[in-house]
């Protein structure tokens, strides 16, 4: 098969697998943020075959298809805001030499999608569980939310370091042949 061929192929495999996962992750409970991290992982292939663009466009159609099939609308912010464009511009940000540079970027980029999609769930289009949710929890509590997602951020962002390194040596030789 055409090396271009396989990479459009891989491109529609990978943009429907994520979209699947998201569709799935919203019967589950627990996948409010699992399933928009895989998703996400998923659409990282096809910026690497064939450019930046061609990943934040696979972003874009799996986002609006999840914002208007998946029932957890959260879930679909989750992936809209962060999750399902980050491991595409990871790599951009880790281009940056100095490592607490580089850090801060990434912490910024994650704390201001929170706020930008928290904001829009409490106070443009409000999603009543969540306001609900939300109201009835201390200040407190909150700053430890946002301080435990910060630490799953900094794990989700090593994990995708040693994800990488399973699709270029393990999964794209499958795909592409040892020859590449």
């Not at 495999?13 to 409010?32: E, K, R, S």
């Not at 999750?83 to 540079?101: E, F, R, S, T, V």
């Amino acid at each position: 098969m055409h090396s271009q061929t396989r990479r459009v192929a891989l491109c529609g495999v990978f943009a429907a697998l994520a979209t699947v996962i998201m569709f799935l992750g919203g019967m589950l409970p627990l996948a409010t943020f699992t399933a928009p991290a895989l998703a996400g992982i998923l659409l990282w292939p096809v910026a690497l075959e064939f450019n930046l663009q061609s990943g934040l466009m696979a972003w874009a159609v799996v986002s609006a298809l999840s914002f208007f099939v998946v029932p957890d609308k959260e879930m679909s912010l989750i992936f809209i805001f962060l999750l399902g464009y980050y491991p595409m511009i990871k790599g951009k940000l880790d281009k940056i030499h100095k490592k607490a540079i580089q850090w801060l970027a990434k912490m910024t980029v994650f704390d201001l999608s929170v706020f930008v999609m928290y904001s829009l769930i409490l106070f443009v289009f409000p999603i009543g569980e969540i306001v609900e949710e939300f109201s009835g929890s201390s200040h407190l509590f909150l700053a430890g939310l946002v301080l435990l997602g910060n630490f799953a951020f900094i794990v989700y962002d090593l994990a995708l370091v040693k994800i990488r390194l399973v699709y270029y040596y393990r999964l794209r030789p499958m795909v592409f042949g040892r020859g590449r």
